[in-house]
């Protein structure tokens, strides 16, 4: 059983960055690969970046690239997402999920068994 709690969202201005961290639960974070996923209202969960158990790897939805780092602390239980650059596009809920297997690529939500509550991230132009 692994729970997730995010935060670090909030309103900002359109060329601003935030933080999200992700803090997990339970003794084998370290062996779960990591993912954060957004949605907007009136759209689907999509994917925005993750990353393999031990940081090595990661992966990054196109629309992201070059603007959002994910890393992740294994000693603290917890997953970043830095964003930088924020558009009024970014505008969404940001979720944090575990996944048991695999590494950091193409990963559909369903593939992820543990979830977040979300954080709020409103970018304004």
């Known amino acids: 059983q692994v729970l997730l709690v995010e935060s670090g969202g909030g309103l900002v201005q359109a060329g601003d960055s935030l933080r999200l961290s992700c803090a997990a639960s339970g003794r084998t974070f370290s062996s779960y690969a990591m993912g954060w996923f957004r949605q907007a209202p009136g759209k689907e969960r999509e994917s925005v970046a993750n990353?393999?158990?031990?940081?090595?790897?990661?992966f990054y939805a196109d629309s992201v690239k070059g603007r959002f780092t994910i890393s992740r602390d294994n000693a603290k239980n917890t997953v970043y997402l830095q964003m930088n650059n924020l558009k009024p596009e970014d505008t969404a809920v940001y979720y944090c999920a575990a996944r048991r297997y695999g590494g950091a690529g193409t990963y559909t939500p369903e593939t992820y068994g543990y979830w977040g509550q979300g954080t709020q991230v409103t970018v304004s132009s």
């Open positions: 990353i393999n158990w031990s940081g090595s790897s990661t």
